[in-house]
Each structure stands twice: as C-alpha cells, then as structure tokens.
C-alpha cells in the first residue's frame, strides 16, 4: 500500500486546558511559513506552512504572532471540527483548506516575524514567518474548470477504518492522474486530487491508492477533490467543485 504524496512545502478553555504534560519532544516540525498578502487590504495576510508529524495523532488548538494585531485559525466548510494532523504524517494549513488569518502593518515583503502553533499533545512549536507577497496560485471555485465529459470521483476504504490508520482508493471517471510541473498548462480531463482530514489539508495525490496514519477516535470527514494541472478545481455540471466524502466513525 502506498503512501499519501505530499507536494507542498511548504477558544470556552484556554490553550493550557489542552496540553498535555509528558509530550512527546520534537515530534512536530513547522516548515515553509509564508504570509501571502491579501488583495482586500495590505495589513491582512492568509498564513500557509507545512506541519511534519513524527509522533502520535495530534490536534492544533491555537496560533499566535507576538506580532500581530490580530491572528486567529479559519476552517471553511467544517466550522469547529478539530484540525487533527495525523501520527506519523504531514498536514497543511493551506489556501484551500484550514489556514490562519492575520492582521500585521508594516511588514515587508520578504521579512520574517515568529509565529506559534499550539497542539494538544506537542504543546506550543515556533518557526519564522515570511512575507511571500501575493500568491499566483487560484483554488477559488469561481476560478474552477468544466470540462465534458465532466469528471467523477468516488473516496472508499479499503479495508475497515482504525484508530491505528486508514487505508484508502480514489475511484474516478472521465480524469487521469497525471504528475506536472508547478507552472504545466491544463489538459483536460488530467491533474492530481487534494485530499483533506476535518478541512486540514494534507497534501496532493497523483495516484489513486494512499493510507493517512493514525488518528483519534471520533467522527472525522476525509474529502478528496480533483484539481487541474494548473491548480484550478474541476467542476461537474452543476459548477460545483469535484469533489468526494468518507465519514469516518472510528471507536478506540
């Protein structure tokens, strides 16, 4: 079975009510922390990074710029579900997923402030933060692509769903995967899928088999979306992304 491609580099209680003592040291690494300037003011910034997880199942509760007027988590589509990053594997705060909104004047492109994600089990991990400017990249359904015949994706398991991992098939129609460079041209009927935990991204597939590793008991909703080779979202015929759901009801 082969394991998810990842291709992006990258409160009620407080923040001490989640972590939790004896945590695993080093098991979450921060990596690529960009702010991406936002056309609707110059003060506001979408915060994107990579979270590597070498250790247990873990959640992110919280972040925070000792910088910042304002800096707070976003989770579109899937409201307060838990961000949950997966043991032994990668998450993304992304563009089209869970990210982090920012308010901060007077930064300059390529310049760099700290940043701090709190997780529930890791506890609070820091990293730098740079202005990376405006991104040319568009996941915006606005900016979506039909195609006919439009294409069909369908998300199953394929063995039954633990706490220990998933395993996990794309099923699609009228699409091919296909591995491009960042900058390809867009083919019709080609590209890759994105794959998202509780809006979480984690990461881009370019074949149809993949596993995530461990995660909590609950009930979790696992999507996969298809995209272009040029980042833009399919469209089906109702100029709706796409796009499939798994719900999973995992017991401990």
């Avoid at 580099?9 to 080093?26: D, E, F, K, Q, S």
């Avoid at 867009?186 to 881009?204: D, E, I, P, S, T």
């Avoid at 980042?231 to 709706?240: N, V």
């Amino acid at each position: 079975m082969k394991r998810l491609l990842v291709f992006c580099l990258l409160a009620g209680i407080g923040v001490a009510g989640y972590v939790m003592l004896n945590r695993p040291a080093g098991a979450i690494t921060l990596v690529g922390a960009k702010a991406f300037a936002m056309a609707d003011g110059p003060s506001m910034f979408m915060v994107t990074l990579t979270i590597e997880n070498d250790g247990p199942p873990d959640v992110l509760v919280d972040v925070a710029s000792p910088k910042a007027g304002m800096m707070h988590l976003m989770n579109p589509q899937h409201g307060d579900r838990e961000i949950i990053v997966p043991g032994q594997g990668h998450g993304m705060l992304a563009m089209d997923g869970a990210h982090a909104m920012m308010r901060l004047p007077d930064f300059a492109e390529g310049s760099f402030v700290p940043l701090t994600l709190t997780f529930a089990n890791a506890g609070a991990v820091t990293t730098r933060l740079q202005h990376a400017g405006s991104s040319t990249m568009s996941h915006d359904p606005d900016d979506g692509v039909s195609v006919q015949p439009a294409p069909r994706v369908t998300l199953n398991a394929v063995d039954a769903p633990s706490t220990d991992g998933v395993a996990l098939r794309v099923e699609v129609e009228n699409f091919s995967f296909h591995r491009a460079a960042d900058d390809a041209a867009h083919v019709a009927g080609q590209g890759h899928a994105h794959l998202y935990l509780n809006g979480l991204k984690l990461g881009r597939l370019y074949e149809p088999a993949f596993d995530i590793g461990p995660v909590p008991a609950g009930r979790h909703i696992l999507e996969v979306a298809l995209n272009t080779n040029d980042h833009r979202p399919y469209l089906d015929s109702a100029g709706l992304p796409v796009a499939a759901q798994l719900t999973l009801d995992l017991q401990d």
